[in-house]
């Protein structure tokens, strides 16, 4: 399993940005997808989107337009910047990597899962 460390998060208000981190070992070599998850307070833990490290990349519907998510190849790195946060947008955030290229929103196609970091958007 590759070793995978989150950074970032913490508390803002509605309509600012924050920018989470996610470093992977092992990435490019035997993991080539990572995707990102957020777990809401009493909701179960759902998808984001994920991106490929060629760059491609997929968003679920509620964040699509407002989130960007990006790949520095060279540090094994992969960013999830959140745009226009809002108050629903408040749980704790996780990447995983995959060795498929895109690996979708299936939880079963990640096997390395960072710590989890916790974002609370409020007024």
């Known amino acids: 399993q590759a070793q995978v460390l989150q950074s970032g998060g913490g508390s803002v208000q509605p309509g600012e940005t924050l920018k989470l981190s996610c470093k992977i070992s092992?990435?490019?070599?035997?993991?080539?997808?990572v995707g990102w998850f957020r777990r809401a307070p009493g909701k179960a833990r759902e998808a984001i989107g994920c991106?490929?490290?060629?760059?491609?990349?997929y968003y679920v519907d509620s964040v699509k337009g407002r989130f960007t998510l990006s790949v520095d190849r060279a540090a094994s790195e992969v960013f999830l910047q959140m745009a226009n946060l809002r108050p629903d947008d408040t749980a704790v955030y996780y990447c995983?990597?995959?060795?498929?290229?895109?690996?979708?929103?299936?939880?079963?196609?990640?096997?390395?899962w960072g710590q989890g970091v916790q974002v609370t958007v409020s007024s």
């Open positions: 991106i490929a490290i060629g760059g491609d990349t």
């Open positions: 995983a990597a995959s060795k498929w290229n895109l690996p979708g929103t299936s939880e079963n196609v990640y096997d390395s």
């Open positions: 092992g990435f490019g070599i035997d993991y080539r997808g």
